[in-house]
């Protein structure tokens, strides 16, 4: 199976330079726990998660309308994926980085879909498919990816300052 059979299509995004009270309402109003960054051509420059909401601004002692999204996740590397990449290549890469999410890009390394931890077990079932044209992925594959990124991992510091 492809990334292109699971993948979420309507993506809401937002520009670096936005506030964090700003990318709050975008989750809330699309019902998603995380809003890829992208520059004035829809390439991906970062994803800021409901978590780093929360955490920049206890860490930051600031309002969100204060904060912008670059402020919070310039210092991590981001992973992406292709359409047409396997399943199994995006849970390995998700499982190597520790990721429950993955902008998906085209050909010009423009955002056009969203691969999440959820939308690959929305597709996970039997091994067997029921009947012709039944698509699922591994459960042995989902679970062991959901072990792993699901885990509790060694403590990690809070940044002086972020």
Same mark, same amino acid.
Not at 142 to 157: C, E, I
């Given at each position: 199976?492809? &990334?292109?059979? &699971?993948? &979420? #299509?309507?993506?809401?995004?937002?520009?670096?330079?936005?506030?964090?009270?700003?990318?709050?309402?975008?989750?809330?109003?699309?019902?998603?726990?995380?809003?890829? %960054?992208?520059?004035?051509?829809?390439?991906? %420059?970062?994803?800021? #998660?409901?978590?780093?909401?929360?955490?920049?601004?206890? %860490? =930051?002692?600031?309002?969100?309308?204060?904060?912008?999204?670059?402020?919070?996740?310039?210092?991590?590397?981001?992973?992406?994926?292709? +359409?047409?990449?396997?399943?199994?290549?995006?849970? =390995? %890469?998700?499982?190597?980085?520790?990721?429950?999410?993955? +902008?998906?890009?085209?050909?010009?390394?423009?955002?056009?879909?969203?691969?999440?931890?959820?939308?690959?077990?929305?597709?996970?079932?039997?091994? #067997? +498919?029921?009947?012709?044209?039944?698509?699922?992925?591994?459960?042995?594959?989902?679970?062991?990816?959901?072990?792993?990124?699901?885990?509790?991992? +060694?403590?990690?510091?809070?940044?002086?300052?972020?």
């Amino acid at each position: 199976m492809k &990334v292109n059979e &699971v993948m &979420v #299509t309507e993506v809401a995004s937002c520009s670096p330079q936005m506030s964090l009270q700003d990318v709050a309402m975008m989750m809330w109003n699309n019902d998603c726990g995380a809003i890829p %960054l992208v520059d004035d051509m829809e390439h991906p %420059l970062g994803i800021i #998660t409901d978590r780093d909401i929360a955490m920049g601004a206890a %860490l =930051q002692h600031r309002p969100l309308w204060d904060i912008r999204a670059e402020d919070i996740c310039s210092h991590r590397e981001l992973y992406c994926c292709s +359409p047409d990449d396997s399943i199994k290549k995006v849970l =390995q %890469l998700m499982e190597k980085h520790e990721v429950r999410r993955l +902008p998906v890009v085209n050909q010009y390394n423009q955002l056009c879909g969203m691969v999440s931890m959820g939308d690959i077990v929305s597709f996970t079932g039997t091994e #067997t +498919p029921k009947k012709a044209g039944d698509k699922k992925i591994s459960s042995t594959e989902t679970m062991d990816f959901l072990r792993h990124v699901s885990a509790h991992h +060694p403590s990690h510091k809070a940044p002086a300052a972020l």
